[in-house]
């Protein structure tokens, strides 16, 4: 991934960068030539703002919008005796820098990772935000609302740390569930994790800044995701992954999409025409610009015609693509000037639509950001993305009676874990333990410091101690005798490495067995960035998944263990028995291999039955399914009714607390044709509602099924149809625990590329 190339220094490098250098404000150019200047009359579309900026621009200028910095210096760049060293307007330690024209009023472009919040690259001096809890945690929430409640909080301290482009909205597809990204990306279905992801791009877009959904597409696992080669047909594709991107991008409307590293089919994502052009930008209407991950662009030509508008990132790449090579491919006529008008059009198209231009981040303003409001926007996430997993005769909330609680293990003395790589947020005394994880990138292994144990203590008569776990008999002993004993699970993943395999790491399946077999009441709360297999839950009486919970998260787990808050998480990914029920038993690819070589996986094998749709279609049982949660109270859901609605369906019914505590339900509705209709998998997720309710009340409520979940994909037409008959609609609580079933007769539909 990393070039050793040379840095060039060209003229363009150097006219931009004395450009950057001239003085101004966006009001003075605003108020010095309005006439002369009407990209700059906000009156005016972002379309029509666009095409008069373009054409007030040369070919230097063009070219500085399509070619982006690092912003970190690079000790592992070398050029001869030459270090690669961030633009001086970058912002330090951050993912990039895209040169502004100051002449005509378009800022520079300051770019951050990324999904959980405000990054830095690897630093002594890290700046210091709040994290949001794991992408797969918000998933888990099944709440639309809290997804845009957190892009917003996190876009605010973007705009306020001066950066105006969010690197965040990552939707791969839950197809691996060994991929150590799981943690940024929101789950296996196209619908849950479109619309979460979608919100989030959404709140973050809200602060008028760019977010840019990513890794477009099939980055589903990390293990040679430079080279690996995706193989997927185009139904198949459309169906699953794609449709997620599609959801996505029409809930959250980026200003950007980012390329990913893989290929697909036989060429790289960020020069693969039939990604770029074909479905994003021409079946889609894609406005906005495609960026390469960092270290993702292979080409000038084939990256330039087949799609690529902005090259990301230098100097991750062999070479510079997009900068004097792209100059002179367009002098040569190689790449018609036409593409380069397009690519810096639609970079202004994203600036102009986003408020980049009108409203311009003001450098860093970090002083001024509400802290403590945010804190409790992380928190009340990761409260509603806790999952309740397993609960023998009551265990939790841990009774008020209790005297003695030993905790054991995962630093939850101190904090919680957060997952590594370039989305890494520090938050305030967030902190890493020397001997932990890896030496370089992705680390460092970081927690943050909100003690799980001080919140216990802190709710609770109890006398908490606290053990690490490192000596299991010491453990066992400590937990003989005590009320109650929370094993603290951790599973620490993170970018450019998959996990080996599914059991959590350092023994800690057997500290958990030797715990619970000393004493029953044992809860394990797990941290993980996705599924794990539980080799020990019919020993334990509870289990909490609680991800990675972010910067308030331990606070969170505590107040869900002592029953301040009922646990309302649902799982957005099927938890497997084993490994041995997955498609690909074994990952593809190997880590050892070179950057030159050109490794395979076929995602034919599943097509777009990922998840709970390839278990339902081989008759597997998972050890949790998609969709599963429990709760402190009760619900019973009912009443279902559905009826053709436009050319997708609408489901009623009604959801009642009938337990003793306030609660929120995660209402599912799942599909299915009464007849095969050619689908993927026996079901698919139509629809979801999160209720709140309090003890005794009942709700009625609606669900909207989009047409394109009830038809299939045709590739040749570029058409969706649903097929005349009868379709099963189901109310359900998980992908497996159905409450009721009704059918409903569907007329034959066809609906355009765009599901409309
Ligand atoms: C990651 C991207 C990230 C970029 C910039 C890459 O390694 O894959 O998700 O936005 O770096 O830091």
Redesign the pocket.
Known sequence: MISSHAVRLTATTAIAAILACAPFTIAQAQDAAPAAQPWLNKDLSPDARADAALAAMTQEDKLTLVFGYFSTNAPWFTAGTKRFEFPKDGLPNS??YVYGIPRLGIPAQWET??GVGVATQRSPTPRLRTALPSGISTAATWDPGMAFAGGQMIGNEARLSGFNVQ?AGGVDLLREPRNGRNFEYAGEDPLLAGVIDGNEIKGIQSNHIVSTL??YAFNDQETDRNMIDVKIDDKAARESDLLAFQIANEVGQPGSV?CS?NRVNGYYACENDWLLNQVLKQDWGFKGYVMS??GATHSTVAAANNGLDQES?WAFDRSAYFEGALREAVNNGFVPQSRLDDMARRVLYAMFAHGLVDDPVQGDKADTIDYAAHAKVTQADAEDGIVLLKNDKGLLPIAKTAKKIVIIGGHADFGVLSGGG??QVYAEGSKHFDGEGPDGFPGPLTYYASSPMKGIEARTSAKVSYLDGKDVKAAAKAARGADMVIVFGTQWTG?GMDVPDLNLPDNQDALISAVAKANKKTVVVLETGGPVVMPWLNNVGAVLEAWYPGSSGGEAIARVLTGEVNPSGHLPATFPASVDQLPRPKLDGDPKLGPDTHPHTDYDIEGAAVGYKWFDKKGLKPLFPFGYGLSYTAFQLGGLSAQADGKGLKASFSVKNTGAKDGKEVAQIYVAPATDAGWEAPKRLGGFVKADLKPGESQTLTASVDPRLLGTYDSASKTWTIKAGDYKVMLATSAADIAQTVTVHLDQQTLNVQGK
Request: glycine share 14%; charged share 25%; no cysteine.
């Open positions: 993912a990039g990772d990324a690197l990513k890794h980012m590293y991950d960092w990132g370039s989305s970018e």
